[in-house]
């Protein structure tokens, strides 16, 4: 009976901590977007063109190269963002249980106190912080090398676009492989915009750290692990390819044949069916933040919160940390 009864609040508890994955994704993602917004401001460069300069050829290239970093990153970052609090919240979630099973035994501690969950999921700001500025400089140049030389002139179709993200893609993601490895040789993907490097910055504090602390570091390696982890990396990669595709449906409203390309034959419905000069796709694409970090319930992140590869990673995180083993680590 009490077996059974554990599980039905082990298993309440889950769906509990989903729903504060929602609400704490909306809840950040207008901080993100208005990161964003300010360290790539295109909207001052819209705001130059109006008033027609005499180097405007130049204001455009600049507008090309930060339009396209700026919802990529959107989309790495909503991404990131969506599987690291769900990470968070089910390893808070499973010493939370770990606790309550615990309560009325004689000399337990109380493994994650809620001044210690507040510490913990603050680490959270890194990717809001240093973490976003870092992966915007790697995004800035891999767009740069891709489209950096493509006239505005030069008309792309929605599969060339697609195309484009990929090596764009490629470029960002051979970057992280190639530059970061853990202990064990396996190459984290992107772990590192996520959570900043061991060595800081509170496991520098090596003297007088209070009890608070060592568990906070003790959550924060943790969580670390999790992220390094080749499964981590499967979840984050199909959240992405997720995020870019619902990307691309977005942009295709924009690319729609007209009723005189349809009466030249059925062909016309495909994905290279349509073309549009690179100048009029650049405001397709500026404008794809707000559809991307909106914090009003969107298909995006409906999308990746209702991914069954990121439901079932979470779930065994939960169950990884709400098992009396966890105790003798």
């Known amino acids: 009976m009490l077996r059974s009864t554990w599980n039905f609040l082990k298993r309440h508890k889950k769906k509990c901590?989903?729903?504060?994955?929602?609400?704490?994704?909306?809840?950040?993602?207008?901080?993100?977007?208005?990161?964003?917004?300010?360290?790539?401001?295109?909207?001052?460069?819209?705001?130059?063109?109006?008033?027609?300069?005499?180097?405007?050829?130049?204001?455009?290239?600049?507008?090309?190269?930060?339009?396209?970093?700026?919802?990529?990153?959107?989309?790495?970052?909503?991404?990131?963002?969506?599987?690291?609090?769900?990470?968070?919240?089910?390893?808070?979630g499973g010493y939370i249980y770990l606790d309550n099973a615990a309560v009325g035994k004689n000399g337990t501690t109380v493994l994650a106190p809620p001044d210690v969950q507040q510490q913990y999921l603050s680490s959270i700001q890194h990717l809001l912080g240093d973490g976003l500025t870092e992966l915007i400089t790697v995004?800035?140049?891999?767009?740069?090398?891709?489209?950096?030389?493509?006239?505005?002139?030069?008309?792309?179709?929605?599969?060339d676009l697609e195309q484009n993200l990929k090596e764009i893609r490629n470029l960002v993601e051979e970057h992280n492989s190639s530059s970061w490895t853990n202990n064990n040789g396996y190459k984290s993907l992107l772990c590192h915009y996520m959570m900043p490097d061991e060595e800081t910055p509170l496991a520098v504090q090596a003297c007088g750290l209070s009890p608070r602390d060592v568990t906070t570091i003790k959550l924060l390696n943790e969580t670390r692990d999790m992220l390094e982890s080749p499964d981590f990396s499967t979840v984050l990669n199909t959240c992405l390819n997720r995020g870019f595709s619902r990307l691309l449906d977005n942009m295709a409203e924009f690319f729609r044949p007209t009723e005189q390309d349809l009466q030249h034959g059925n062909s016309m419905n495909s994905l290279s069916s349509v073309s549009l000069p690179l100048a009029k796709i650049i405001p397709i694409v500026n404008g794809q933040i707000h559809s991307v970090c909106s914090e009003t319930p969107s298909h995006f992140v409906q999308d990746l919160l209702m991914m069954e590869q990121v439901k079932d990673f979470a779930a065994n995180v939960y169950e990884a940390f709400s098992t009396s083993q966890q105790l003798e680590k």
């Not at 800035?140 to 179709?157: D, F, I, W, Y």
Request: contains cysteine; positive net charge; glycine residues 4%.
């Open 139 to 159: 995004i800035k140049q891999a767009v740069h090398k891709t489209l950096g030389s493509v006239s505005l002139k030069h008309s792309l179709s929605l599969l």
């Open 17 to 92: 901590i989903f729903l504060g994955t929602v609400l704490g994704v909306l809840s950040m993602l207008p901080t993100l977007r208005e990161a964003l917004m300010q360290q790539l401001n295109s909207e001052s460069l819209t705001a130059l063109l109006k008033n027609r300069p005499s180097n405007k050829l130049e204001i455009w290239e600049d507008l090309k190269i930060i339009s396209f970093t700026r919802s990529i990153v959107a989309v790495y970052s909503t991404c990131m963002l969506v599987v690291l609090l769900r990470v968070q919240l089910n390893i808070i």
